[in-house]
């Protein structure tokens, strides 16, 4: 997610978007460098995070599978953003 927002990001999107990651219930645990970019790819809609009965969680850190990788890039596609 950090890759493509540095890639695809305005200028100065990434540092005015804010780094709010309340709608996750461990929003708080993504890296301080890392929370930006995942505000701006949920903002966008390309990362919706994993509904759980406990609520929504992005699961920072995780091994990200290549299925899910290729998710977040489809939409990217498709939104214009890349």
């Known amino acids: 997610v950090t890759v ?9 999107e990434l540092e005015s978007g804010g780094s709010d990651l ?6 708080d645990l993504a890296s301080d ?7 701006w790819a949920a903002k ?3 990362v919706e995070g994993y509904d759980w009965p406990t609520g ?3 699961v ?9 990788v ?6 990217a596609f498709e939104m214009g953003i890349m």
């Open 56 to 58: 929504k969680y992005l």
């Open 33 to 39: 460098w890392s929370r930006s970019a995942f505000a």
């Open 22 to 27: 309340s709608a996750f219930a461990d929003g």
């Open 70 to 75: 290729a998710v977040v890039l489809k939409r």
């Open 4 to 12: 493509l927002a540095r890639l695809c990001a305005a200028p100065g």
């Open 60 to 68: 920072p850190g995780e091994d990200v599978a290549r299925e899910r």
């Open 44 to 46: 966008k809609g390309l």
